[in-house]
């Protein structure tokens, strides 16, 4: 019988996962994270001279920024955000159907990048890590793309598209990295990053 991966232990920490996404949500499940989820919208906005993996990290600041006056000495606040970064440009979510299209047209037969950025908030510390996967697309018809755009799933994804779909399921040649930063979060780097967290900050309470 195989036996059930036994919870985190958080050393008397609460976690708590600031993300709506369902997706985040149901990874740190099963890494069996004792979490709370609890969300503070902001506008998720990012200075033009920023690129890249800069962009990602400077929105997961903005989120967390939202619980720095409420944080909790015994609350550890985790962040995230997933941007597409293709010829120089951030992909995010699409502001419509006509936006969803112009975006899967773009990456069609070419290669681009998806960012993840993952902040760690203490009362008194922030950590922030990111992770890069390349994505390598095949050709993809118009014709593939409207019948993908109209089943609705592209809206609430970066890039407009879920690689966990029969869209990317069918049209993804390659990828170079971590599958589950994909999908929007990189699971092996996070749960080793909260056990380095909570291990050293649980030695410098005992010291």
């Known amino acids: 019988m195989v036996l059930e ?10 976690i708590i996962l600031a993300s709506a996404s369902p997706r985040r949500q149901l990874f740190f ?15 998720e906005s990012f200075p033009s001279n920023l ?9 997961v600041a903005q989120k967390a920024n939202a619980f720095k006056d409420t944080i909790k000495v015994n609350e550890i606040i985790i962040t995230a955000d997933t941007i597409v970064w293709h010829q120089n440009k951030c992909l995010g979510k699409p502001i419509s159907i006509q ?3 112009e975006i899967l047209m773009s990456l069609s037969d070419d290669t681009h990048q998806v960012i993840t950025a993952v902040g760690f908030l203490l009362k008194e510390t922030w950590e922030c890590i990111n ?3 390349e994505v390598t697309f095949g050709p993809v018809s118009k014709k593939a793309i409207q019948e993908y755009i109209a089943t609705g799933s592209p809206m609430d994804k970066a890039g407009a598209y879920g690689i966990q779909d029969s869209f990317g399921t069918l049209h993804i040649d390659s990828i170079s990295g971590s599958y589950t930063n994909i999908i929007g979060l990189p699971v092996t780097h996070v749960y080793k ?3 380095e ?3 050293n ?4 309470k005992s010291s």
Request: glycine share 4%; net charge positive.
């Open 5 to 14: 991966k036994i919870k985190m232990d958080t050393k008397g920490y609460v």
């Open 29 to 43: 499940k099963e890494m069996k994270i004792p979490f709370l989820k609890k969300v503070i919208p902001i506008e």
């Open 51 to 59: 690129s890249g993996s800069a962009i990602a990290e400077h929105i």
């Open 99 to 101: 936006n969803a299209e």
């Open 131 to 133: 992770v890069v996967s």
């Open 193 to 195: 990053k909260l056990q």
């Open 197 to 199: 967290i909570i291990k």
């Open 201 to 204: 900050n649980h030695l410098k």
